[in-house]
């Protein structure tokens, strides 16, 4: 039985699985989550909230 030769692809490997794209999205926004989360922790960012930070992750 012959094996059939495949074509190469057109496109960038990094799409040829549609759950490739998934994992690179989320790597990126959990690098941009990070880079905005430190500024609150450190307290050089202020948001405006009717809750402390304490208080809010008590209501999650």
Sequence with gaps: MAIPRTRPSAYPAILSYGFRPFFLLG????????????PLYYGRLVTFSTFLPVDWHIHE
Excluded at 27 to 38: C, F, Y
């Design 27 to 38: 790597s990126l926004q959990a690098a941009i989550a990070m880079l905005l989360w430190l």
